[in-house]
Every structure is written in C-alpha cells, then in structure tokens.
C-alpha cells in the first residue's frame, strides 16, 4: 500500500473545505389541494441566531398567497407555510429561486399533485429555476435522488475517510471485496431502516461516533505497516460491518435533511443508496488505479510519507471526535 | 527518495518568466469556462479542469511526452507539472489578465504533441524544462480565468488535486507500453494533438 | 511476433473507434455546460466523414500503407494529420488554394490507382505523394466550423476522425496477408479509383 502524500493532500484540502461549509440544502414542497390551490412549504437553513440564507421562493405570474406564510423556526431551520392559488394550476409554470446564485447551497423543490404524482428537482447556483412539467416523469425523480446519493458520499469526506482507512487495511483482492461488500450491506440496512422509520439514531452522539470509527482505524493501519496483527487487521470486513452500521444512520440524516417524498419512499430510497453505492465505488476504483499507477512509476517513497496516510486518517478522525463530542456535550455550538 | 526531491532551478523560473513574459504581448478577450458542480470549490475546480478540452489535452500530451521515456521522467513530470500549473495559477490570480491566451494553448499542443509523435530520445532536462514552461503558462490562464470566481483558491487546490490523479493515471497505463505498435498508437496521439494544436492557432489568428 | 503485431494493429483501431463513440456519446450529457464545444467536436467529427471523397481518399491511404508495409504503414497516420493542418492552415488564414475539389478527387484517383497498382515507389514520393494531397484535404475540411461552436473541439473531432478512417484502411489492409485478400484491395483500389473519376466530373460541373 504505497498511497501517500497524494491521498493526504486530497484529505486535507477536502476535509477543510467540505466542512468549513457544510452545506444543506433548502427545501420547498408545493402539495396541490385542489384543481387551483396548492399547500406551500419552505425550509431554510439557518445561519446560527436568527439569521437565515438569504434565499426566496419566486412562483408563477399567475400565482398569489392566500393568507401570510406562517413562519417557525425549529432546529436551526426557517420554515414557511402557506397557502397559494394559481389560476391555471401550476403546470408550464417557472419557478425561480431569487438569491439562490449568490448562494452554495442547492434547493430541493417537491411538487406533489392531486393524483398523487410527484415532481423532484433540484436547483443550483447555476441553474435557479425550472419550468414545472405538465405530465412528472419518475425518471426525472430517480435521477435526482441518485444525484442526491453521489453527491452525498463524495461530500461525506467522513465516509470517504473510513473507506480510504480501510482500503490501506485490507491485503489482498478478496478481502478487499468482502470489506467493502460488508461496509456497503452495513450501512444499506440502516440506511433503510432509518428512512422507514423502524429505527432512529440522534445526530450529535451519532456524528461523533462516525468520527471515532475513523479514529479508531488509525492505529490499525500504523499496525499493518509495522506489520504487526490484530482482529481489525485479520477480519477487516467485520470492522467494516460493524462500523457500516454507523454510517448508514449517516446517510440516512442525510437523506432527512433534503425532504422525501411521501408517496414514493422505497423508489426514493433505493435510489438515494444506489447513488451512494456508486459514489462509493467510483472512490475505490480511483484509489486502487492510483495505488497501482505509483507502483508502476516505481515511486519510492520517504519513510515519513509512507506512514503519512495513517497519521493523517488518524488525526482527522481525532480531531473530530473531540469537536463533535464536545459539540454534543454543548461547549461549542 | 531521492527521485520526489524538488530542484527549483533555473527550469521552473525560467518557466514562470517566460510565461509572465509571454502573457504581457497580447490582450483580447478571454473566454473562459467556470464550472458549478454544486459540490463545492474544490469538486468545481477538479471539474474546471475535466471540461476544459485544451487544458487536458496539454496535461495529456506532456505526459504522453514523458512517460514513453520511462517512470524516471513520469516522477518528474508528476512533481514538475501540478507545481508549475499552480504557480502559474496563484500568477494569474494575481495579474487577473483577460488576454486570449488560445495562440499560446495551441502552441504548446503543437510542440509538444509533435516531440510525441517525433519520438525522439529527448533528455530530461529538456522535457522538465517543457512541463515547467508549458504548465506554468496554461496554469497562468487558468488561474486569470478563475480570479472571477469567489473560492479561486480552493478551486485551484481541486485543480491540483485533479492534475495529480491525471498525471498519475495516464502515465501509469502509458510506460508499460513496451509493444511496438503501442507505442506507435501514442505517436499517433501525439501528431492528433500537433495536428489540433496548430489548428487551433490558425483559430486563434483568424479571430 | 507478426501475429502478435496484427492484433494490437486491430487493437488499436478498435480502441480508436471506441474511443470516438465514447467521446460523442457523452456529449449530450455536458450539453447543458458546454452546448458550444460538444455540438463542436460532433460537427468536426461528422463532417470528414460525411463526403464520400474524403472517406475514400483517407482509406486508401490506409490501404496503400498496408501495402507498403513498415515503416509507411505507421508513418503515414503519425505524419499526415500534422500536413492536414497544415494545409487547414492555410485556408484559416485565407490564403487560397486553387482548384480543391478537384485535388481532393484526383486523390482518390490517384491513390486509388496506386492501391489498384499496387505500386511500391521509394517512401520519400510516397510521402510526398500523399502529403501533397493531405493540404487539400485539410484545406477543404478544416475551415468549416459552423458559427458558435468551439474551434479547438471541432480541429479535435476532424483530426480525430480522419486518423480513424486511416486506422480502418490499414485495418482492412490486414488481409494483405493472404493472395486472396491482395486481389480484393486491388479491387478496391480500382473502385476508389473509379470513384475519384466519378467526383472529378462532379468537381469539373
């Protein structure tokens, strides 16, 4: 396992960037109540005391509120609720996000019609708006949540970080595919039964435990390069297993946060985990195409670089253990 | 451990002069492709890279160039290359000059995919000296291309994320070529990229 | 060793045209990004092989090179499209080239007539033989980028998809190999020939 400086490079800049804004999307569902009327609601993420990001729902020309939207905020989100009529249904409408292009945040919008049929968008700074279909494909829907589940895993520089952990593990091609088959059949299982609700795992104590799996690999993999043994070195994939379980509560939080569907759960969710799953691949592919690109360049790398990897998912892990346990005990906010 | 050790000679200085040098001749309008992935800035910048056609095409050529010598010139190139690019880039941040840079591009397609297609025996030296120029002046324009971006710097680090994984892939499939008629195919390669390169300056020159 | 040259020979042309598909097929994908510089690389693609003339001409250099042998065989494809720049070249810069039609079908003509032939002149006149014909080839072709669309794309997709039509000429010389298989390029040769009579009186009209 000759990855090096190359992977800690990635990390760093990766883990800086990604969580200096973490981001969540906004949400804004649209659920017709009639041939003309539709319920509204709309949750933006909030920026800590009472601000919010500066971001408005902009509807159709022929569209108006009936009453004031309702306004809460609740754990650290604003949410909206009103109710509009448009005359002549929303169908062939633009629905435009102002502010959202000064913003880095994404807008997942849910339009649910009378019959039950959904449409799922997402908008991004660059492309603000969008054109509602008269006819909603489920295509367009599954297309989204399989975005939905890419972007989270390779957002999720956590979970890249325990899969990287346990890539520097494992010794040989089998092993390798059972790690990964068990990390992968782990964290489906939960991801599943917290979106179906038959379990349910709080964030704060839950982000600080996904920190400390990925703590707790580092010395592991100090342990593979001075070729020493332990249980975590001879069965990688029942780490993996174990600490799947994990991370599927994880992805899960992330799958809440961008609102599902009500009607079709299961379709949404397959999709989201599908996406995850490619993500995931993709992720492991590349490493091991560079893993072997280093070998074939017969790159020989400083003693100091080769433990290099290690440290750095060690420290990582570290430092966030302690960031978010004291996140959870309440000292930092 | 000797091979990663950097020599920040006259190669990589004389690369940067002469791309600073270069940039300060000439002054339409450049035309630019920023990218919004929606992941962030590093994701943005590794994508900038992917679907800028003529960045990657030089990225792809120089490293074609050095990995038919063999992994000791890939080594170099994979230290040489990201480092020049990314000088190059914090240059264009910093000037922020909205020339045209495409006559430059294009030149640089076209000498080094004609060495490619050449073959020959070139020497170290002169192939480090060719990534340090040639990286360090499309790294200036993309650089000035991002200076309208508010996370340039991060954007930056994707793109030298995205140009390691690059030069580390393709020179890893490329120096194992040992068959005769492998090699010829990356000759070919190289006289497509000539080929494009010098179109593309008569592009640029009719424009 | 030989059978082992004629695989990676198809190899590669496989690899050739599979990366083309490769490329285009995922221009749809970047279109919302990029509509300019897809649609380009398709157009330059498309566009050499959507004349007979051209696709002819640039298979038979393909032919004859097999017939040749090393070294015109990979010389020719490692050479011309640097020529056809050239030549494309020229027409960017406006300068004229005289009576290009009727050079791209004397080209089929004559390269017809030398697979037809198969004539083995020293490598130097067939060089210069087929690079004389490449700059009006590069010359008639080059130029055509349709407004708005990106130039580096298009020279990309042309270049690319004339060494494929080379690449599919020497894959199908292959069978120069066997005796039959020397007649049937013979053949061929004479239909490109008869062909480039064809588009000279087209040319002429």
Known sequence: MKLAILIFVLFATFATSAFAHEVRPAYLELRQTGPET?????????????????????????????????????????????????????????????????????????????????????????????VVEAMPSRWRMAATYLRLGTDHILRGVDHLLFVLGLLLIVGNRWTLFKTITAFTAAHSITLAAATLGYASAPLPPLNAAIALSILFLGPEIVRVRRDETSLTIRYPWLVAFAFGLLHGFGFASGLKATGLPQTDIAWALLLFNVGVEIGQLFFVFLILAIARSFRTLEIRWPRWALALPGYT???????????RTAILLGFIR | MTHMKYQPTRARC?????????????????????????????????????????????????????????????????ALLPTAWIVGGLGGLTFQITASL????????????????????????????????????????????????????????????????????????????????????????GSWVAATGLLMIGWSLRA | MKRNFMKTKSQT????????????????????????????????????????????????????????????????????????????????????LPGVEIGIALSAMVLGAMVLAEKRPALWIAAGV?????????????????????????????????????????????????????????????AVAVAGIFFLFAAFK
């Open chain 1, 38 to 130: 539709y319920d509204a609601l709309w949750k933006v993420p909030g920026l800590g005391q009472d601000l919010r990001l500066g971001l408005y729902v902009e509807l159709p020309v022929g569209c108006t509120n009936v009453t004031e939207p309702r306004a809460s905020a609740i754990n650290n989100a604003f949410t909206e609720r009103w109710p509009v009529e448009c005359a002549g249904g929303l169908g062939g409408g633009r629905i435009h996000i102002a502010g959202l292009s000064a913003t880095m945040t994404d807008v997942l919008v849910r339009l649910e019609r009378l019959d039950g049929a959904t449409q799922v968008t997402r908008l991004t700074p660059s492309n603000p708006s969008f």
């Open chain 1, 313 to 323: 998912v060690g420290t990582l892990g570290a430092y966030w253990t302690i960031e």
């Open chain 2, 14 to 78: 004389g690369g940067i002069a002469a791309a600073i040098v270069l940039l300060c001749l000439d002054c339409p309008r450049a035309e630019a492709h920023l990218v919004t992935t929606g992941l962030g800035p590093v994701y943005d910048g590794i994508a900038h890279l992917a679907l800028s056609p003529a960045d990657l095409a030089v990225v792809v050529v120089l490293v074609l160039l050095a990995a038919m010598r063999g992994p000791r010139q890939s080594r170099w190139l994979l």
């Open chain 2, 102 to 189: 495409d006559w430059a591009t294009g030149l640089s397609l076209l000498l080094a995919g004609a060495l490619v297609a050449a073959d020959l025996n070139l020497p170290l030296p002169v192939v480090a000296t060719l990534a340090a120029i040639i990286g360090g002046f499309n790294g200036f324009s993309t650089g000035a291309a991002l200076a309208r971006t508010p996370h340039a710097a991060l954007e930056l680090l994707g793109i030298l994320v995205a140009l390691i994984v690059i030069v580390t892939l393709i020179a890893g499939v490329v120096v194992p070529l040992k068959a005769f008629w492998m090699r010829i195919a990356v000759r070919v390669l």
């Open chain 3, 13 to 96: 042309t496989v690899a050739c045209l599979l990366l083309l598909t490769a490329l285009a097929a995922p221009s749809s994908a970047w279109a919302h990004i990029q509509a300019g510089e897809a649609a380009g690389f398709l157009s330059g693609v498309l566009h050499p092989i959507s004349g007979w003339d051209h696709v002819l001409a640039m298979i038979s250099v393909g032919l004859w090179g097999s017939q040749l042998g090393a070294p015109a065989v990979w010389l020719l494809p490692v050479s011309f499209p640097m020529v056809m720049a050239l030549g494309a070249m020229l027409g960017l810069l406006g300068i004229p």
């Open chain 3, 130 to 190: 087929v690079g004389f014909f490449a700059i009006f080839h590069g010359h008639a072709h080059g130029t055509e980028l349709p407004a708005g669309q990106s130039g580096l794309l298009y020279s990309a997709g042309f270049v690319m998809a004339t060494g494929c039509l080379h690449g599919v000429g020497i894959a199908i010389g292959l069978i120069h190999r066997w005796a039959t298989g020397r007649v049937i390029l013979r053949v061929a040769g004479a």
